[in-house]
Structure formats: structure tokens, C-alpha cells
């Protein structure tokens, strides 16, 4: 299995009873419910904000496991009295990514949007490359992985540990925590251009000093 960046333990189980209370806006006083147990082939080391839909649908991602130990991003569906869990994408740390840490964000076509600490076709990066933006769309159900943009090492930064932030125009925003003018990662904003291509530009890049450096959390 490759190795994994920002490790650190976590359980292999999702309890997510207190977490839909934070969603839905309530609390409540019974005991949290395990709902989904992870395994390797379904997804391990679930390291990840979830987000949920206006169908009561749970999105988020696993940093290893499925089908090749690359991690993935699953969807859980409500189903009777129970939840019923699908690999969405099965990431091979190849040109579509891997390790996909901090869950996804999602946009008001349900569509979803990710981050990948490794993997990707651009740069020199040490280890399993640079590291992705990716989407996930969805079609009638149907969901199809596209890479938005593939991490330089350069001024760009790389491996993108962090979540994305969407505003109304459809703009991402993310960090990474190395990479930089500075080597200590950026700010970046991702703008959709006309045609369907993205623009990444850096917003602020890490120093070390009174700003910090190497923001791994979104």
C-alpha cells in the first residue's frame, strides 16, 4: 500500500448520529449509532468532513482502501431502517489522484468537489506526485471523476490536504501545506473559465512569520 501523507489515527468506524445532528441543526440525547463500519475494499481511514444533500444523502471520502489502496469517495443513502453505501470513485494515486483527505463540497446541481494529496500529472513532486482539485459529477445518478486541475510543486504549492470552500460564482477555494514563493504552502482560488477550463491562481502564499505556514486543514 503507498504511504500516506498527515497520517494520523483515527477509527475505522463512522459514527454519524451526533454529526447529522450538527447537519440537521438539532441535538440530540440518545447515543450515537454506528451506521456504516469501513473495510478495505468499501474504504479505510475515513479522515473527513461529510456533507449532506437535501435527500438526506451523506457524501465524504476514505484516504486508503478501495480498489487499490488509493482511497475513495462514497456516497451513504438512506434506505428503510438502515444506509446503504457506494463507492463513488476508486482513486489510484495515478492522473486522477489519491489519498483524498477532508471530504468533498457540494454544489447546488449536486455535483462534488475534492482534493487529493498525491497522484496527478503535474510536476516533480516527492513520493506519488503533486496532487489534484477533482470533480465529481453527477448525471442522473450517474457519477463521472474529471481532474480540474493537477498541482505543479511551484508556486502552485502541492499536496492538497485541505477541503474547498464554494462562493455563489462557483469558485473553489483551498490551501496547501507545502509548495509556495516561500516553500510553506498557499491560499488558492480555482475560477471555471469559458470552455470548461479552470484557473488556479494563488492568493497568498505562506511565509513562516506572522502568517503561519503549512495549513493542512480546510
Known amino acids: 500500500m ?65 480498489d487499490i489502496g488509493s482511497g475513495t469517495v462514497f456516497q451513504l443513502t438512506p434506505s428503510g431502517d438502515g444506509w446503504t453505501h457506494t463507492v463513488l470513485h476508486s482513486f489510484t494515486s495515478g492522473a486522477d489522484g ?12 449536486g455535483n462534488l468537489y475534492g482534493t487529493a494529496v498525491v497522484g496527478g500529472t503535474g510536476g516533480a ?52 501545506p507545502t509548495g509556495g514563493a516561500h516553500g510553506l504552502g498557499v491560499i488558492y482560488q480555482l475560477r471555471p473559465q469559458p470552455g470548461g477550463d479552470w484557473k488556479l491562481s494563488v492568493i497568498h502564499a505562506f511565509t513562516g512569520g506572522n502568517d503561519g505556514g503549512a495549513g493542512s486543514a480546510g
Open 125 to 176: 513532486c516527492p513520493e506519488d506526485g503533486c496532487g489534484v482539485i477533482y470533480k465529481l459529477t453527477n448525471s442522473g445518478g450517474t457519477w463521472t471523476h474529471s481532474v480540474l486541475y493537477n498541482f505543479t510543486g511551484g508556486d502552485d504549492g502541492y499536496g492538497p490536504g485541505a477541503g474547498l470552500t464554494i462562493d455563489p460564482r462557483g469558485n473553489l477555494y483551498g490551501m496547501t
Open 2 to 66: 503507498r504511504s500516506t501523507r498527515f497520517a494520523h489515527p483515527v477509527s475505522r468506524v463512522l459514527s454519524v448520529l451526533a454529526v447529522m445532528a450538527v447537519l440537521m441543526g438539532t441535538v440530540s440525547a440518545a447515543p450515537p449509532q454506528v451506521i456504516h463500519s469501513f473495510d478495505e475494499e468499501g474504504g479505510e481511514y475515513p479522515d473527513s468532513d461529510l456533507v449532506m444533500d437535501g435527500a438526506g444523502n451523506i457524501y465524504g471520502t476514505t484516504v486508503t482502501g478501495g
Open 98 to 109: 489519491g489519498q483524498p483527505y477532508k471530504g468533498v463540497t457540494l454544489d447546488p446541481q
